[in-house]
């Protein structure tokens, strides 16, 4: 009888755990961006100060996808206001993503990206969206003026990691501030993409 029980309980306790388990996921990892376009990628691959690097987290329900990515960029000597200072950069998506052949995870999502430019101690900073700068703003103002950027990802599903490659380009200049439909495609013309590389944690 004890035995029976005892059972029912781990049954009833792994059966939802385990439908949980399928239905949401939630990986977190770190990505590493290649900041030359795709189109002028050259020998700099092998220079670490090309990269640009940061935290990746995805939350997927069913077949919905929430993405976060962030990175961070040393800015270089020369630059006019903040030389030698510090960029961090963030993206934020929602979209799809599919596993195919048990092993192989397609996501396709879109959402605002902005910047934060600090100085070298970080003692003064301004928001840029879309590397235009943006005074005396809030938040929000920032989000609602930030363009449309587009993020797809390749990834090998290896147990409970995630191993694979993203590709990220803005749209033709549309924000949630100016619905314009005529710029909500990627702008492959005139912004160039850049690639990336992540890995990934399941948690759950």
Do not use: C
Request: hydrophobic share 50%; proline share 3%; net charge negative.
């Amino acid at each position: 009888m004890k035995k029976t029980i005892l059972i029912l309980i781990i049954a009833l306790v792994l059966v939802p755990a385990g439908l949980f388990a399928g239905i949401i996921n939630l990986n977190i990892g770190a990505t590493a961006q290649y900041k030359i376009p795709v189109t002028d990628v050259d020998d700099g691959m092998t220079d670490i100060e090309n990269w640009a690097f940061g935290p990746d987290l995805r939350l997927r329900i069913l077949f919905a996808e929430v993405g976060v990515a962030g990175l961070y960029t040393k800015l270089a000597d020369d630059n006019a206001e903040f030389a030698s200072g510090h960029q961090l950069s963030g993206l934020l998506t929602g979209g799809v993503s599919f596993d195919l052949l048990g092993f192989l995870r397609l996501g396709l999502g879109m959402g605002p990206r902005m910047e934060v430019l600090f100085s070298e101690d970080f003692a003064s900073s301004k928001i840029t969206v879309g590397g235009v700068n943006i005074d005396d703003v809030t938040f929000g103002d920032a989000f609602m003026n930030a363009p449309l950027t587009y993020r797809a990802t390749v990834d090998f599903n290896l147990g409970r990691f995630l191993i694979g490659a993203n590709y990220t380009i803005d749209s033709g200049g549309f924000t949630f501030e100016n619905l314009d439909a005529e710029k909500l495609m990627p702008d492959f013309d005139n912004n160039k993409g850049t690639f990336g590389v992540s890995a990934l944690f399941r948690i759950f």
